[in-house]
């Protein structure tokens, strides 16, 4: 039956739509963190529709809700209801504590794309400037403004001019700072002000500074920097200590936003609701979505402070601004993940799954990197020689598929293993989906 459905959507669908071959499978039916295919088969999902169902597929306490919402009312542009201002309250409640009490919401379409868009309109509108500086590995979305912001040229190249004004800097790691040291231990030698000392952090702050301030950088009228605390898509990067507070300290300097996308790593993927909390950074404006319409509705959302809400009414616009079931989905998803303390239960099933790959890559030398923060992890995989090896994250991938365990990819080169399962997750399927990838990796990597 998949492969029924899979050749009917080869013959009719667009040419663009795009899962991994190794993978030829149609979902039929979802529930919590398993799915269930056309043909009856269980897998575990370890990948939650790229980090959307944070609740878990169908969880009936958010569907009970949008039952109720479908029947009461479902679309009104910009009007008042109680599911929007329910969500506005509970953003607010939720928000970095910097920003708590004193932001504003402006909801976006379906997309993350589409709270990007709002994130550059409201930089420039506030700054009157047009540069902006982000970084490489990033992405940011499929749209004009978003795909400016995005540095990997092949989501780009065909569709330029974009925005002209995007200068890209580079993303610390600690990975490259020990692979460049030749040291395990001196990821983080000394804790600093604006950066912990990390070379590859200290060099990625000086090219901010240098692309802002220097008269022969890179930007003539900067508007802002736009960032993800965790870089997702190109391979769960988490940042050296200290790399966001320097930007912070970089953007007040010269007066312009800074800008987190919190798209992937937001809502409680990190084990924090955002990703800026595990800094204590306090963006100026950050960009939230796929998690965000609860179970998997489209919801898009642009949080920024106060002092920003300067457009005059219809300043920004948008038909689906706001979806009235999506919104009544997302303020229960952030209840439920309250009421379960989910945030706590996605760092103690993170730290879990770290040390069980760890542990699987003790066997091999082909695991570069286990790394992460809560239930956003990635596993770097290389050849004999210490390069980026995606062929055996491929292998990895159809060999826990067909074993029972949806994983993904990311990063450059393929070569990361990624995890972003929902956050209900339970320890045994924890346990279960780990062992499985495991045996991929002990049979793939000898
Ligand atoms: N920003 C980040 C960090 C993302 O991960 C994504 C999607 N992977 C987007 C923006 C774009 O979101 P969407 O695909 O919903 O437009």
New binding site residues.
Partial sequence: ESRRLLEKQEEIDSSAVAYPDDIPVAFKEAKGATLRDADGNTYIDMFAG?GVLNVGHSNPYVLEAVREQTEEIVHTIDFPTEARLDLIEKLDEIAPPGLRGENRVVFGGP????A?EAAIKLAKYNTGGDGLIAFRGS????TSG?MALTSNKGFKDDYTPLLPEVVHAKYPSPFIDRAESGDAASVCPRPASECCGAPSCARALKEVREIIEDPYGGLANPAGIFV?PIQ??SGVIVPPPGFLKGLRTIATENDIPLMF?E???GLGRSGQWWASEWEGVTPDIM?T??ALGGVGFPL?ATIYHEDLDTWDAGGHAGTYRGHVVAMRAGTRAIEYIQDHDLLAHARDLGEYIRDRLRAAGEGTDRIGEVRGRGLFIGAAFVDEDGDPNGDVVDAIQQYCFEHGVLVWKAGRHGNVLRLLPPLVLTERQAEVATDIIADAIAATTE
């Fill in positions: 790229i997309t993350g794309s589409d990007v992405y940011h979305g499929a978003a993800e997702g898509e996308d798209i992937q790593s960009t979505a796929k898009s």
